[in-house]
């Protein structure tokens, strides 16, 4: 069984170092997540940072596109489809995220796990070493492990920064002197504890205990549902191998426990489907090489559905599948349109509050307006604001030409309409923001006025 060893209460596991295709598969997936996530944060695109969450500022980016606390619905929706993909994915490949793309499991065992190898050894010279004497060894051993453990969580720390309050203004704070970033020094030194600590000290807690995803699982999984499992019909009864390479028993498992060694949460999968499992496929890699070595076929533990252990239906995705995928398509498709559709200057137009409409000499009647300009780019951007009707004008109060990047205008202005072309009490009056002879948005409101006057 899996090598533990209990510190102040603290249960450590030591799982032995996985090897095979599955785990050189997650390799090359988790180095390409962990170039991502260190990359974007200092890559720009149309002049802005490639992907920015600065919620201090209300500032979002996604590849070139800004953000703005009035898109909040688009964020709102991002996140709806978010969870509909989380729920359709697990639904039908179980707790795979966790194991494959989850920046806590890719950290922990792509970087800091493997640097607890090349230090320290395998799972068992880590024991011996943890359940020995501070001597020299130790001592040099644990001092190295943990230094690397803080510069790396320090580094984890300054990107997830970089990532709410900008690469720039990170860079001012690590380049300046830090009586003049005394906030953002103490931010940096906070992240670099919390993750030193989650990867150094609580590790796999995070995913058995704290994560609320892996509560979930139980509640979305069904017996159709793919998840790393131990084919129970083959593998039963287990027995020892004899020296003529046969089992005692029947079962296709040797009872090596390879499969309970490797894996990071220190389960044993032969006892079925658990909460703590991440699906990281390394006890399929563990049992697959001892399959090869005693003649057997492989995938003695693979991925598999319920239906066929028990009764040996083959695999088929259910309805429950096809019904979220087409909700994920609907949602996806609706967000796309707004997407598509949003303008570059958002404009909201107000009648003024508590005004009637006024005769603006004997053959013209106006209404009072406010009218908010929002400029959801990084450039500032010389307009027009003007009524899409030639029979109207505008008489400004307040006036402005220049939308500021990032920024807001704020006009205040009569529109003034000919007494021939009322028609009706209440119109639709609609106006337009032109900069370089382009449309850049429109917006519509009420225009009153008696017929007649």
């Not at 201090?56 to 929706?77: M, S």
């Not at 079962?251 to 489907?273: A, H, N, Y």
């Amino acid at each position: 069984m899996q090598q533990q060893s209990k510190t102040k209460g603290r249960t450590f596991l030591y799982p032995k170092k996985p090897s095979g295709r599955l785990y050189n598969y997650r390799k090359w997936v988790g180095f390409a997540l962990l170039s991502a996530l260190f990359l974007f944060p200092f890559v720009e695109f149309n002049g802005e940072q490639l992907v920015l969450l600065n919620f201090l500022e209300r500032k979002f980016v996604f590849f070139g596109l800004n953000f703005t606390p009035q898109d909040f619905y688009l964020f709102a929706l991002a996140m709806l489809i978010f969870i509909v993909f989380i729920v359709s994915f697990t639904v039908v490949l179980g707790r795979l995220w966790c194991g494959w793309l989850c920046p806590q499991t890719i950290f922990m065992e792509m970087v800091f796990r493997r640097i607890e190898y090349w230090i320290e050894g395998d799972a068992n010279k880590q024991r011996k070493l943890d359940a020995g004497p501070w001597n020299a060894e130790k001592v040099f051993k644990k001092t190295i492990k943990h230094l690397i453990f803080i510069v790396i969580s320090f580094a984890i720390a300054n990107t997830f920064l970089a990532y709410i309050i900008g690469s720039d203004v990170l860079i001012k704070i690590v380049t300046e002197p830090i009586r003049l970033h005394i906030s953002g020094f103490a931010s940096i030194c906070f992240f670099t504890f919390i993750f030193y600590l989650v990867f150094a000290y609580v590790r796999e807690i995070v995913c058995t205990v704290i994560c609320p995803y892996g509560r979930l699982q139980g509640v979305l999984l069904d017996s159709q549902s793919l998840v790393v499992a131990y084919d129970v019909t083959r593998g039963e009864p287990r027995g020892k191998i004899q020296k003529q390479n046969e089992a005692i028993k029947s079962g296709d498992c040797v009872d090596c426990t390879l499969c309970v060694q490797v894996c990071p949460t220190g389960i044993d999968i032969r006892k079925g489907t658990q909460l703590e499992c991440v699906n990281c496929t390394a006890c399929i890699d563990a049992c697959n090489e001892v399959m090869v070595k005693i003649g057997k076929p492989k995938n003695l533990i693979g991925f598999y559905n319920q239906d066929f252990i028990s009764e040996r239906k083959p695999y088929k995705i259910g309805i429950k599948p096809y019904a979220y995928a087409a909700v994920l398509i609907a949602v996806l498709i609706v967000f796309s349109s707004l997407i598509y559709k949003r303008e570059a200057v958002q404009t909201t137009v107000l009648r003024a509050s508590g005004t009637l409409y006024q005769a603006k000499g004997p053959n013209k009647t106006s209404n009072l307006y406010n009218a908010e300009l929002t400029n959801k780019t990084n450039k500032n951007i010389k307009f027009s604001f003007k009524p899409q009707s030639d029979e109207d004008e505008i008489d400004f109060i307040q006036h402005a030409q220049i939308l500021p990047k990032e920024g807001t205008a704020h006009l205040t202005f009569f529109l003034v309409r000919k007494n021939n072309a009322i028609k009706r009490y209440k119109t639709d009056v609609v106006f337009e923001v032109v900069s370089e002879r382009k449309v850049l948005s429109t917006a519509k409101t009420s225009f009153f006025a008696q017929p007649g006057e």
